[in-house]
């Protein structure tokens, strides 16, 4: 399967860490990682401000629509990723789709040691998207 570049985002000490989540589903990959079943209520972010948390990236209809094509879109056979804490990586769309179908739980991998961001200190818009 061919996955868009696409970024897990975070604030940290040095500035914005960026995790390329088709890196993260590799080292998912190759420490052998094996999907389980977590509680959709564990995902503490399902609670929190998760998208539309640039000022001026509003969740006006049109942008609701928008994830909301991404989670019909979503497939839920793929596990969501998790860092050593259990908070989330990758899979937000995945989690919705599941919470919205009346599911409580997810498929999940989680990593026994975070791995370190691909990119420290780079604005989110200058992190390379283009396909390789």
Known sequence: MKIRPQYHLRSGPQGLQAWD???????????GLQPHWVALAEITELGQ???????????TPRAVAEHLKLVEAADTQ??????????LMDG?????K????GHSHVLALRFPDTPAPDFVGIAA???PYEEE
Do not use: K
């Open 125 to 127: 818009d200058d992190l």
């Open 92 to 96: 937000m769309h995945r989690c919705v």
């Open 49 to 59: 401000r998760y998208w539309f948390t640039d000022p001026g990236d509003e969740p």
């Open 98 to 101: 599941r919470l919205s179908q």
């Open 78 to 87: 793929y596990p969501i990723l998790l860092d050593a804490e259990g908070r």
């Open 21 to 31: 989540v088709r890196q993260l589903i590799a080292q998912a990959a190759a420490l």
